[in-house]
């Protein structure tokens, strides 16, 4: 475990410093190679945002499904109708939330002169700061992006990385844990049940849509979400 944990971290610090590069924070990139003493070697995967970013945002969106009980159904099928502003809005969002975490992944490990740097190089905000979008006539209160909600002794950053990391390894790994291909199977398994739930709520809200009753309750809920 102790190996596993060394090497998820080793890792983590090369697809940040990769990820800062392709920001083009190069002081800060600079300083955590030489504070954290991060090999500078291109990474195994490449990605043009960055493989961090890429499974970053994959994730996020997971999670937010999952744990954010303000998301009613019907504002969920509204969202999906809205993709191409909403793809925009959410992306910036994530990539913002990204940077909060890897600034108090930073702290924690006690690179105190990279994570200054990363505040002023990349304009990350330690504090929180509550963010409003505007769809249609509805304006979206997206709540304090840039405060650390999921805190933990290591930073939240490295606790999912760690996750991810035994995950992605029993992809490609014959020889991992029974245990991590059990959870890819079951994760599989939930996310085909939830593509279905989706599919059906947006068919039953284009069919409320074509009936010309755009008042109907299911299209009515919360203009307020969190998004951690």
Request: aromatic share 14%.
């Amino acid at each position: 475990m102790a190996q596993s944990n060394w090497e998820a971290d080793k890792m983590l610090d090369v697809y940040i410093y990769d990820y800062l590069v392709k920001k083009k924070l190069h002081n800060t990139a600079k300083s955590f190679m030489t504070e954290g003493k991060v090999s500078p070697d291109p990474v195994a995967i490449d990605a043009p945002g960055g493989f961090l970013f890429e499974w970053w945002s994959v994730f996020w969106d997971i999670f937010i499904a999952r744990t954010n009980e303000k998301h009613s159904e019907a504002a969920a099928a509204y969202i999906e109708l809205e993709l191409k502003l909403w793809r925009r809005v959410i992306g910036k969002l994530i990539r913002l939330k990204l940077d909060v975490y890897i600034y108090d992944y930073l702290v924690k490990k006690k690179l105190h002169n990279t994570a200054k740097s990363f505040m002023t190089e990349g304009k990350v905000s330690p504090d929180p700061v509550a963010v409003f979008v505007s769809l249609g006539t509805a304006r979206f209160k997206l709540c304090d992006y840039s405060d650390v909600a999921i805190d933990a002794p290591g930073g939240f950053l490295f606790e999912w990385w760690s996750v991810f990391w035994d995950i992605f390894i029993a992809r490609t790994n014959e020889k991992h844990s029974e245990a991590a291909a059990a959870y890819i199977e079951a994760q599989q398994g939930k996310a085909k049940e939830q593509q279905l739930q989706m599919q059906q709520m947006q068919m039953n809200l284009q069919a409320q849509m074509q009936r010309g009753n755009p008042n109907h309750p299911s299209l009515r809920g919360s203009n307020e979400w969190c998004w951690f």
